[in-house]
Protein backbone atom coordinates (compact mmCIF):
# COMPACT_ATOMS: atom_id res chain seq x y z
CA UNK A 1 0.00 0.00 0.00
CA UNK A 2 1.04 3.56 -0.76
CA UNK A 3 2.44 6.11 2.28
CA UNK A 4 0.39 8.52 1.59
CA UNK A 5 -2.69 7.63 -0.61
CA UNK A 6 -5.09 10.20 -1.71
CA UNK A 7 -9.30 9.97 -2.88
CA UNK A 8 -10.44 10.19 -5.36
CA UNK A 9 -7.92 9.73 -8.21
CA UNK A 10 -9.88 11.54 -10.81
CA UNK A 11 -12.94 13.89 -10.41
CA UNK A 12 -15.22 15.62 -12.32
CA UNK A 13 -17.54 17.96 -11.10
CA UNK A 14 -19.86 21.06 -11.90
CA UNK A 15 -19.45 25.05 -10.54
CA UNK A 16 -21.15 25.45 -7.25
CA UNK A 17 -20.91 21.78 -5.92
CA UNK A 18 -19.11 20.98 -2.88
CA UNK A 19 -15.69 19.01 -3.23
CA UNK A 20 -13.58 17.08 -0.16
CA UNK A 21 -10.31 15.30 -1.86
CA UNK A 22 -8.87 13.08 1.21
CA UNK A 23 -5.76 12.48 1.78
CA UNK A 24 -4.42 9.39 4.32
CA UNK A 25 -0.80 8.57 5.42
CA UNK A 26 0.88 5.59 7.28
CA UNK A 27 4.24 7.28 7.30
CA UNK A 28 3.43 8.41 11.20
CA UNK A 29 4.55 12.35 9.88
CA UNK A 30 3.14 15.18 12.25
CA UNK A 31 3.41 17.44 9.07
CA UNK A 32 0.41 17.63 6.21
CA UNK A 33 0.57 19.38 3.34
CA UNK A 34 -1.49 20.36 0.00
CA UNK A 35 -0.33 21.19 -2.93
CA UNK A 36 -2.25 22.75 -6.13
CA UNK A 37 -0.20 22.04 -9.66
CA UNK A 38 -0.89 23.73 -12.94
CA UNK A 39 1.27 23.66 -16.13
CA UNK A 40 4.03 26.15 -15.78
CA UNK A 41 3.19 27.31 -12.60
CA UNK A 42 5.03 24.58 -10.68
CA UNK A 43 3.56 23.14 -7.11
CA UNK A 44 2.30 26.04 -4.86
CA UNK A 45 0.77 25.43 -1.51
CA UNK A 46 -2.86 25.51 0.00
CA UNK A 47 -2.14 24.68 3.12
CA UNK A 48 -0.67 22.82 5.56
CA UNK A 49 -0.29 21.36 9.64
CA UNK A 50 2.27 20.66 11.75
CA UNK A 51 0.29 18.64 14.18
CA UNK A 52 -3.41 17.77 14.63
CA UNK A 53 -4.47 20.85 16.59
CA UNK A 54 -2.36 23.40 13.60
CA UNK A 55 -3.70 24.33 10.43
CA UNK A 56 -2.14 27.04 8.33
CA UNK A 57 -2.89 28.88 5.05
CA UNK A 58 -0.79 28.29 2.24
CA UNK A 59 -0.02 31.26 -0.80
CA UNK A 60 -3.22 29.94 -2.53
CA UNK A 61 -5.89 29.47 0.25
CA UNK A 62 -8.57 31.35 -0.72
CA UNK A 63 -11.81 28.96 -1.91
CA UNK A 64 -10.29 26.07 -0.10
CA UNK A 65 -10.37 24.77 3.40
CA UNK A 66 -8.81 21.66 5.26
CA UNK A 67 -9.44 19.44 8.35
CA UNK A 68 -6.65 17.54 9.52
CA UNK A 69 -8.81 14.94 11.79
CA UNK A 70 -5.98 12.58 12.79
CA UNK A 71 -2.61 12.42 12.56
CA UNK A 72 -3.10 10.54 9.74
CA UNK A 73 -6.02 12.65 7.90
CA UNK A 74 -5.78 15.62 6.22
CA UNK A 75 -8.74 16.83 4.34
CA UNK A 76 -8.84 19.35 1.62
CA UNK A 77 -12.43 20.85 0.60
CA UNK A 78 -13.54 23.16 -2.21
CA UNK A 79 -16.84 24.76 -0.48
CA UNK A 80 -18.00 25.96 -3.92
CA UNK A 81 -15.99 24.98 -6.65
CA UNK A 82 -14.97 27.04 -9.80
CA UNK A 83 -13.97 26.45 -13.22
CA UNK A 84 -10.53 27.93 -12.49
CA UNK A 85 -10.03 25.05 -9.62
CA UNK A 86 -9.34 22.53 -12.17
CA UNK A 87 -5.87 21.32 -11.40
CA UNK A 88 -4.17 18.45 -10.33
CA UNK A 89 -3.65 18.27 -6.59
CA UNK A 90 -1.48 16.64 -3.92
CA UNK A 91 -1.30 16.13 -0.77
CA UNK A 92 2.39 15.67 1.03
CA UNK A 93 4.14 14.42 4.62
CA UNK A 94 6.66 14.87 6.57
CA UNK A 95 8.49 14.27 9.16
CA UNK A 96 9.45 16.83 12.44
CA UNK A 97 12.37 18.80 11.64
CA UNK A 98 15.23 17.99 13.42
CA UNK A 99 14.72 13.93 13.27
CA UNK A 100 15.57 13.58 9.46
CA UNK A 101 18.06 17.04 8.47
CA UNK A 102 15.83 18.22 4.96
CA UNK A 103 12.24 18.11 5.06
CA UNK A 104 11.81 15.82 2.70
CA UNK A 105 8.35 15.41 1.64
CA UNK A 106 6.40 12.72 0.68
CA UNK A 107 3.64 12.78 -2.18
CA UNK A 108 0.56 10.95 -2.92
CA UNK A 109 -0.06 10.38 -6.37
CA UNK A 110 -2.00 12.89 -6.61
CA UNK A 111 -6.03 13.64 -7.43
CA UNK A 112 -7.50 15.25 -10.72
CA UNK A 113 -10.03 17.93 -10.54
CA UNK A 114 -11.98 19.41 -13.06
CA UNK A 115 -15.18 21.32 -12.65
CA UNK A 116 -17.01 22.33 -15.47
CA UNK B 1 10.11 38.59 -2.41
CA UNK B 2 12.01 35.25 -1.53
CA UNK B 3 11.70 32.96 -5.01
CA UNK B 4 13.04 29.54 -6.22
CA UNK B 5 12.59 29.37 -10.04
CA UNK B 6 14.59 27.77 -13.20
CA UNK B 7 16.70 29.33 -16.09
CA UNK B 8 15.65 26.33 -18.41
CA UNK B 9 11.66 25.34 -18.89
CA UNK B 10 12.69 22.34 -20.93
CA UNK B 11 15.94 20.20 -21.34
CA UNK B 12 16.16 17.76 -24.56
CA UNK B 13 19.26 15.29 -24.10
CA UNK B 14 20.47 12.09 -26.24
CA UNK B 15 20.61 9.23 -24.36
CA UNK B 16 24.02 8.41 -22.54
CA UNK B 17 24.66 12.14 -22.11
CA UNK B 18 25.05 14.28 -18.97
CA UNK B 19 22.06 15.77 -18.09
CA UNK B 20 21.93 19.21 -16.34
CA UNK B 21 19.09 20.94 -14.62
CA UNK B 22 19.40 24.25 -12.97
CA UNK B 23 17.88 26.37 -10.66
CA UNK B 24 18.29 29.78 -9.20
CA UNK B 25 17.44 30.63 -5.46
CA UNK B 26 17.09 33.51 -3.70
CA UNK B 27 16.86 33.33 0.32
CA UNK B 28 20.50 32.65 1.30
CA UNK B 29 19.16 31.58 4.78
CA UNK B 30 17.51 28.39 3.46
CA UNK B 31 18.97 25.17 5.49
CA UNK B 32 18.86 22.57 2.71
CA UNK B 33 18.16 22.36 -0.87
CA UNK B 34 16.04 19.62 -2.46
CA UNK B 35 15.63 17.87 -5.86
CA UNK B 36 12.58 16.17 -6.90
CA UNK B 37 11.68 13.91 -9.61
CA UNK B 38 7.97 13.96 -10.97
CA UNK B 39 7.06 10.95 -13.51
CA UNK B 40 3.95 11.04 -15.99
CA UNK B 41 0.92 10.66 -13.75
CA UNK B 42 2.94 10.13 -10.45
CA UNK B 43 3.62 12.61 -7.17
CA UNK B 44 7.42 14.30 -6.84
CA UNK B 45 9.58 11.97 -5.49
CA UNK B 46 12.89 12.96 -3.55
CA UNK B 47 16.28 12.43 -5.51
CA UNK B 48 18.84 14.17 -3.19
CA UNK B 49 18.68 16.92 -0.54
CA UNK B 50 22.18 18.90 0.12
CA UNK B 51 22.93 20.91 2.75
CA UNK B 52 23.34 24.81 2.78
CA UNK B 53 27.19 24.45 4.01
CA UNK B 54 28.05 22.28 1.33
CA UNK B 55 29.27 22.73 -2.23
CA UNK B 56 28.66 19.11 -3.71
CA UNK B 57 26.71 16.11 -2.91
CA UNK B 58 26.80 13.00 -4.94
CA UNK B 59 24.27 10.36 -5.43
CA UNK B 60 23.61 7.55 -7.29
CA UNK B 61 24.41 8.88 -11.01
CA UNK B 62 23.13 12.35 -9.24
CA UNK B 63 25.43 15.16 -8.37
CA UNK B 64 23.97 18.30 -6.85
CA UNK B 65 26.29 21.22 -6.87
CA UNK B 66 25.50 24.18 -4.98
CA UNK B 67 27.14 27.94 -5.39
CA UNK B 68 26.49 30.12 -2.67
CA UNK B 69 28.03 32.99 -4.31
CA UNK B 70 25.61 33.30 -7.26
CA UNK B 71 22.70 31.68 -5.30
CA UNK B 72 22.29 28.71 -7.85
CA UNK B 73 21.93 25.14 -7.60
CA UNK B 74 21.95 22.34 -10.47
CA UNK B 75 21.20 18.67 -10.55
CA UNK B 76 23.75 16.11 -12.80
CA UNK B 77 22.50 13.16 -14.29
CA UNK B 78 25.01 11.35 -15.75
CA UNK B 79 24.12 8.84 -18.66
CA UNK B 80 20.71 9.99 -19.01
CA UNK B 81 18.99 7.17 -19.40
CA UNK B 82 14.83 7.22 -21.08
CA UNK B 83 13.66 6.66 -17.47
CA UNK B 84 15.02 10.04 -16.50
CA UNK B 85 12.44 11.84 -18.79
CA UNK B 86 10.53 13.42 -15.91
CA UNK B 87 9.41 16.87 -14.50
CA UNK B 88 12.38 18.29 -11.89
CA UNK B 89 11.79 20.77 -9.02
CA UNK B 90 14.21 22.12 -6.63
CA UNK B 91 12.63 23.11 -3.44
CA UNK B 92 14.34 25.50 -0.94
CA UNK B 93 13.96 24.47 2.89
CA UNK B 94 13.88 27.69 5.21
CA UNK B 95 13.86 25.18 8.27
CA UNK B 96 9.94 25.72 10.36
CA UNK B 97 8.45 26.79 6.83
CA UNK B 98 6.86 24.84 4.29
CA UNK B 99 9.13 24.23 1.11
CA UNK B 100 8.88 26.78 -1.74
CA UNK B 101 9.10 24.82 -5.18
CA UNK B 102 10.22 25.86 -8.27
CA UNK B 103 8.20 25.76 -11.46
CA UNK B 104 10.11 22.34 -12.82
CA UNK B 105 12.01 21.66 -15.90
CA UNK B 106 10.61 19.20 -18.10
CA UNK B 107 14.03 16.51 -19.31
CA UNK B 108 13.11 14.84 -22.26
CA UNK B 109 15.32 11.69 -22.83
CA UNK B 110 15.99 11.30 -27.22
CA UNK B 111 16.91 7.43 -27.59
Known amino acids: DADVTQTPRNRITKTGKRIMLECSQTKGHDRMYWYRQDPGLGLRLIYY???????NKGEISDGYSVSRQAQAKFSLSLESAIPNQTALYFC???????????????FGAGSRLTVL | GESVGLHLPTLSVQEGDNSIINCAYSNSASDYFIWYKQESGKGPQFIIDIRSNMDKRQGQRVTVLLNKTVKHLSLQIAATQPGDSAVYFC??????????FGKGTRLSVIA
Open chain 2, 91 to 100: AEDSGNTPLV
Open chain 1, 92 to 106: ATSDRIGTSGANVLT
Open chain 1, 49 to 55: SFDVKDI
